[in-house]
């Protein structure tokens, strides 16, 4: 499972980082999607039974994200 960087969380919201490459949402491709993962990170460190409910405010297409290379 791919590492997520978490800039603010708290009760209410979860601001992370978007990995390039990853889409927002689930997609066609079936590919892992950043939406699930958030899902899957809280439902592990909250120990939360049933589904994680996460609403999406902003879809960033695919290949957005910030790359380690920036000069």
Known sequence: MQKIN???EDNHIIVVEKPVNIP???DKTDD???LS???HYLKEK???PGNVYLGL???L???VGRSNDIC
């Open 61 to 63: 297409d695919r290949p």
């Open 6 to 8: 978490v800039i603010y």
């Open 32 to 34: 892992i999607d950043l």
């Open 24 to 26: 927002s949402q689930a």
């Open 57 to 59: 405010i902003h879809r």
């Open 37 to 39: 993962l958030i899902k």
């Open 46 to 48: 909250y120990n939360k």
